[in-house]
């Protein structure tokens, strides 16, 4: 059997298991793809004959997922990446400069690059539900206690990358989606997504009919119907769908397309700034911050994570809690794209880890 197959068993597996209803894969190289397909449908039947949506359809290659957490690594890191190469941020700007409510002792020394390597004191969510507005959420970051001293550890935050996408949109003059749609355009993306799918914050027309949906998790106020092509996360939808932790949609296609960008770049091949090769070695160095995986925005590989256990030690990636994943592994000159809805309805988070692993690994050899 081939490791293409294998990787594929991996997925039909998954479905069958009923972990997602459907899947998108994009696995390949610096200079093109390896393997792509869609696995599926974009639900479950049982789910949602129910609901005034048409009955599930096949997956295919053009069918958007929301990417989640992919957001933070795609967007926004690549805008920060845009900004301080242009000498607009700094990577040790103490965020107070930025917040006038960021203040106190144990938080004045925090940086825009503690924000990037999860290392700035903040936890993950918020106490309590999202506030309505983007001031409040603003407000309700800068103000609410530290749950550890900056830099001696790393903890994943959204709330950090919803300040990050907050402080891109300030010093970039300009809302985050544009700063990144912008980047699209100077790097040749543009072009081969309008063909290839969306990359995008907002979907529209037949292309958000046609968005793996999902459904709200409990303590979303959005709960009881049916996500189609809107975002998942309740932060982001509070936002208006556009924020630095969350809102992004792609096709497999489109993320492989950047995927490829970023591979050619970790490679020292020529591509055009912010992905240039010396902003990405500076990006994707690993964290100093203790036991920390992380480097600014990106994680990297370690053998008990998503990766799998087979990548080099050079790789780097990013998950997403929709059931969306994106890792490139610049020494074996691979990338691999695995997309899927997982919270439509699907398999928990420790199935998708498993999932995730299982499909890396069978691919070591490719």
Known sequence: ????????????????????????????????????????????????????LPAPF????????????????????????????RGLVQLDDPIADFF??????????????????????LPARLLEAPPDTR?????????????YTPRTK???SDLGFILLGMLAEARGGAPLEDLFDAICVRLGL??????????????????????????????????????????????????????????LFGTAASVGDFARLVLRAARGGAVPPPLSSTG?????????????????????????????????SGAIGHVGFTGTSLWIDPPRDRYFVLLSNRVANGGTLEQMRTIRRSFHDALSEL
Request: with cysteine; charged share 20%; glycine share 8%.
């Open 190 to 247: 543009a072009e081969s997504l309008l063909a290839e799918g969306p990359l995008t914050f907002k979907l529209s027309g037949s292309t958000k009919a046609r968005a793996a949906p999902t459904v709200p998790q409990d303590d979303d106020v959005r709960r009881g119907r049916i996500l189609a092509g809107e975002v998942h996360d309740n932060y982001a939808a509070a936002l208006g769908g556009v924020a630095g932790h969350a809102g």
């Open 154 to 156: 790393s903890r994943y």
């Open 1 to 52: 059997m081939s490791v293409v197959e294998q990787a594929r068993q991996v997925v039909l597996a998954a479905i069958e298991q009923r972990t997602f209803p459907g899947a998108s894969v994009d696995v390949g190289e610096s200079r093109g793809t390896l393997w792509r397909e869609a696995f599926g449908t974009t639900s479950f039947a049982s789910a949602f004959r129910l609901t005034s």
């Open 58 to 85: 096949a997956t295919t290659e053009a069918t958007p997922y929301d990417l989640a957490s992919l957001t933070k690594v795609i967007a926004t890191t690549t805008v920060l990446m845009d900004l301080v190469g």
């Open 100 to 121: 006038p409510e960021w203040r106190g002792t144990d938080r004045d020394r925090v940086t825009v690059q503690d924000l990037l390597e999860h290392a700035s004191g």
């Open 280 to 312: 990405l070695a500076r990006f994707t160095t690993k964290s100093v911050v203790p036991a920390s995986s992380r480097a600014l925005g990106w994680d990297t590989m370690l053998p008990t994570s998503s990766c799998g256990s087979r990548m080099s």
């Open 135 to 147: 001031r409040e959420f603003e407000h309700d970051i800068c103000t609410m206690p530290l749950v």
